[in-house]
């Protein structure tokens, strides 16, 4: 098998993980399936989530002259969702429900095992997905479709990343995520870096400023950064759900740094 047939099949191994895109049939046959290819896959998480991430800034451009900006990036997140399904999302939710108040490191386990949202899970959401559509609203509609791309892309970096730095701290015979409980290589975590360094050099590109893309890019490490603390002296280690609510902040943060240095610039 080819290197890049066997990268290529890690590719749609990962797109069926992180997206609700059912593959072809034929594509499928082809395809087929061993155990350490999940693993393996999370080295092109970025790549797919610069893909779901083009997905919505197609969305907000069609949409936007029609609607106007805060509608069309209502509409845009809303297929980022539909596409992933809310993966990341759910996963924030039930971060926000296990680490937001005070249980103890088992406790916090149990609570973000269970399926049910709570109140922390349900503000920490709400906040979510407010800023982010309140950011990306804010955006001149040029530079939230730049934008869109480089945080879905970037913020799968940072979730990818705690796979390679953090231990897994959650229950292992009835983790979800259980393929993606062991480390990651140096190797796989160099390529998801390469990964979001080409989509912050195609932002610029795109027209996004040099010094935006790479605040950008520096946001998201201080968010892989702040998770990690906050996880490992929490839990002891990242979750399934842990990884989605990294990937969350950084996107957040992402929108964030870039509507602010625009600000900065006008």
Known sequence: ??????????????????????????????????????????RHFPLIGGLVGMAGAAVLAATAPLFGAPVAAGLSMAATLWLTGGFHEDGWADTCDGLGGSAVRERALEIMKDSRIGAYGAMGLVLMLGLKWASLAALPVGLAVVALPLAHAASRTVAVSLIRWL?????????????????????????????????????????????????????????GLATRRWFARRLGGYTGDCLGAAQQLAELGVYLVILAAWRWSA
């Open 1 to 42: 098998m080819s290197l890049l047939v066997h990268e290529l099949r890690l590719l749609l191994v990962g797109w069926q993980f992180l997206t609700r895109v059912p593959l072809p049939p034929p594509l499928l046959r082809w395809l087929g399936y061993e155990a350490d290819w999940l693993h393996a896959s999370a």
């Open 167 to 223: 231990p897994y701290a959650g229950d292992l015979a009835s983790a979800k995520a259980k393929p993606l409980s062991r480390r990651l290589s140096t190797a796989g975590w160099l390529v998801t870096l390469a990964w979001a360094a080409c989509f912050g050099v195609l932002a610029v590109l795109a027209g996004l400023p040099a010094q935006s893309s790479g605040a950008a890019l520096l946001a998201c490490a201080g968010a």
